[in-house]
């Protein structure tokens, strides 16, 4: 099993829908999660950053962590066209020099 | 301004042969990685050096030697490359005491 579970999809949604993305995790000593956008043939860029439980919001995103249940999510609200893209979970125990797991990422569609 | 930036973008090569590819951040990071993505997009980490000194090193073949001359570098010698090194390998970085990491845009190895 891995450390981190992630639906690879493909995700396909109408453009404007509400988008929910979700990881789950085995490793209860994961305290920092993050969300990372990736584009076709570049590198993931960081969408959002959570330290241990709770909500943070960003324009129309929406990172969610419960750490009791060891899930955690993306919401993406009035999706467009330029959020499709692979969006993948990424957590680590530590601080900087500790190393990111990521989940397998999920594809995102968002038809026009 | 590229924040971090890997050459070459592509790189095309035979069994057998000796590559490197090479990593710069210009962010005044202490802390730079490598990470192998296969062809799932799933992200694993490979090595982590803090201000020149490894401190991740996952179980990765000896054939990859990883070599940070200064910490705005982090280079990554491959030798004997086999079919099962094609993937993108992307190099991060990340600040003391902060735990997001970017990553540059990656490079497309091809082992034929």
């Known amino acids: 099993q891995k450390e981190v579970e992630q639906d690879p999809g493909p995700l396909s949604v109408p453009e404007g829908a509400i988008v929910s993305l979700n990881c789950t995790y085995s490793?209860?000593?994961?305290?920092?999660f993050m969300w990372y956008r990736q584009y076709s043939r570049k590198g993931p860029e960081l969408l959002m950053y959570?330290?241990?439980?709770g909500n943070k919001e960003d324009g129309r995103f929406t990172a969610q962590v419960d750490k009791s249940s060891k899930y955690i999510s993306l919401f993406i609200r009035d999706s467009q066209p330029s959020d499709s893209a692979t969006y993948l979970c990424?957590?680590?125990?530590?601080?900087?020099?500790?190393?990111?797991?990521f989940g397998t990422g999920t594809r995102l569609a968002v038809r026009p | 301004d590229t924040a971090v930036s890997q050459t070459p973008k592509y790189l095309v090569t035979q069994m057998g042969n000796d590559k490197s590819i090479k990593c710069e951040q210009n962010?005044?990071?202490?802390?730079m990685y490598w990470y192998k993505q296969d062809s799932k997009k799933f992200l694993k980490i490979m090595f982590s050096?803090?201000?020149?000194?490894?401190?991740i090193n996952e179980t990765v073949p000896n054939r990859f030697s990883p070599k940070s001359p200064d910490k705005a570098h982090l280079n990554l010698h491959i030798n004997s490359l086999e079919l099962g090194d094609s993937a993108v390998y992307f190099c991060?970085?990340?600040?003391?005491?902060?735990?997001?990491?970017?990553f540059g845009q990656g490079t497309r190895l091809t082992v034929v």
């Open positions: 991060a970085s990340s600040p003391q005491g902060y735990t997001e990491a970017f």
């Open positions: 490793n209860s000593a994961f305290q920092y």
């Open positions: 959570t330290y241990s439980s």
């Open positions: 990424a957590m680590r125990k530590g601080s900087s020099g500790d190393k990111l797991t």
């Open positions: 962010l005044g990071h202490d802390t």
């Open positions: 050096y803090n201000n020149k000194e490894l401190i």
